[in-house]
């Protein structure tokens, strides 16, 4: 199919599991909560190897049995960060990362423990003629209600009327 025939054919249907919300859309002190997930020994052990983190406490049964403080291992902070804000992902096509602030590791998570996500919008201000700039926390729960991660994820979103909006100067 060449590439006018695919818009011709299937320009016009609407995207699945694509948001669309702008500057104007996010209310400050609005909350969301994802679903819940339980993270497995399999997944834990694959993403130590992707990222090569070999530690004591993340790869090592007897260590951490017989050594370690936790008396079980723990989940990688990295894989923790990364699937909670993976439980709140989403696809729109209006906003872009900006960077993360005071991302902490409250309480340890281990291998089995479930956990799930609430994003907060905490402030929006005008930032670019194009865009603002959005700041939302995330905190991931572990299994039912312990705060395990806290982080503040910063980003730029399109206006619908940037008419209205002053750029920082």
Known sequence: MSEQSYYEEHGDAKLYNVETWLYEDFEIGEKRRSIRRTISEGEAMLFNSLVLDNHPYVADDIFTSEEGIFGKRLVAGAMVFSYGLGLMANNNINTFSYGYDKLRFIKPVFIGDTIYTVRT???????YEEMGLVKVSYQVYK???ELALYAEHLQTVKYRHPENFTPEA
């Not at 919008?121 to 930032?127: D, H, V």
Request: a positive charge; zero cysteines; hydrophobic letters at 10%.
């Open 121 to 127: 919008n905490l402030e929006k201000r005008p930032k």
């Open 143 to 145: 299994n039912k209600g």
